[in-house]
């Protein structure tokens, strides 16, 4: 059954965000912390190991929110997603989609591809899809297999993201399409927030800064990188996966690389359920990061963040209306 109004069920947030799902990094701590505060959480099903633990952690993440939604009726849970590699190359995508079936999980956010079976899949079981793009055309293909809405990966984002400004990419995409769109790239202040839905967006996505969030899987030495990082800190390259994607540049140079002279991957070697084709695996010992990281000061638990990032949202608010 499909959802009546999917921008209902994404604005019934106290602040407008998802936080993005980060491989190897979002587990179910982080994903219900962010919930708790009022944000979507959100985990890839493949960090999950092995795939019978994906059942396991989504009955704790549900299980979790309806106690806290019993005992904080004035402040209930945020909806939780799943991320859905969909590239050929994830073998589980069939086993994840039918754990996910089971759970009915409001929101997938699928990636690297877009299939009208997954799709519909999801509507199904009352669910909605986010497929995330990083041009136009790759939006029109979305919406066109039958996507509930659309996640535009812009210049500076992390992991796997485009090369295009926001300011181009979302006004692109709003000439032609009115449903639910997120946007991502850079985004770590409450400022940046408001200026996403200033530029056309509903809703910003949020990754890198969770890096550094007490929950997070990462570990020390990663989140410490995020607080000491800046945006000078970003090497863009494919070398790892197959796919343009931002790294820190500290963890290239522990890999024992020179990240002003990586070469090129070689075309057609996609390679995600193991994290890369190299020897230093991505995301393992490159440790993936978008440009905005230097708006993170330090490590603290996701609630704190998320307070934080609030009260800069209400404050660029005021100021601009003020």
């Not at 633990?53 to 106690?67: F, H, S």
């Given at each position: 059954m499909p959802v009546a109004d999917p921008l209902a069920l994404l604005k019934s947030l106290r602040l407008p965000v998802i936080g993005s799902p980060m491989f190897l990094i979002s587990g179910p701590d982080l994903v219900i912390a962010q919930c708790k505060a009022g944000i979507i959480g959100s985990f890839p099903a493949l960090n999950a190991r092995p795939q019978s633990?994906?059942?396991?952690?989504?009955?704790?993440?549900?299980?979790?929110?309806?106690?806290w939604d019993r005992d904080h009726p004035d402040s209930p849970a945020a909806p939780y997603a799943v991320n859905l590699i969909v590239h050929k190359s994830n073998a589980r995508l069939e086993e994840d989609l039918?754990?996910?079936a089971q759970y009915r999980v409001p929101i997938i956010i699928t990636s690297l591809g877009a299939r009208e079976d997954v799709n519909a899949a999801v509507r199904d079981w009352g669910g909605i899809t986010l497929h995330d793009v990083i041009n136009d055309r790759f939006a029109r293909k979305a919406i066109e297999k039958g996507a509930t809405g659309l996640i535009a990966v812009a210049a500076g984002a992390g992991g796997h993201a485009g090369t295009l400004s926001p300011f181009a990419l979302v006004q692109e995409i709003r000439q032609w399409f009115d449903g639910p769109l997120i946007l991502s790239g850079a985004i770590a202040h409450g400022r940046s927030i408001l200026a996403a839905q200033a530029c056309g967006a509903d809703l910003a996505y949020i990754g890198?800064?969770?890096i550094a969030a007490e929950e997070s899987m990462a570990d020390s030495g990663y989140k410490q990188a995020i607080v000491e990082g800046r945006a000078g800190d970003i090497v863009y390259t494919n070398l790892f996966t197959g796919v343009h994607g931002n790294y820190l540049r500290p963890s290239i140079i522990a890999a024992g690389l020179d990240p002003d002279n990586l070469p090129e991957s070689e075309p057609g070697r996609m390679n995600f359920g193991s994290g890369g084709n190299q020897a230093a695996k991505a995301w393992k010992d490159i440790w993936g990061s978008g440009q905005g990281i230097g708006a993170v000061d330090g490590v603290v638990p996701a609630a704190q963040m998320i307070a934080r990032l609030t009260r800069e949202y209400a404050d660029a608010r005021a100021a601009l209306c003020g």
């Open positions: 633990q994906l059942g396991q952690w989504l009955d704790r993440i549900t299980t979790e929110l309806a106690e039918a754990t996910c890198s800064a969770f």
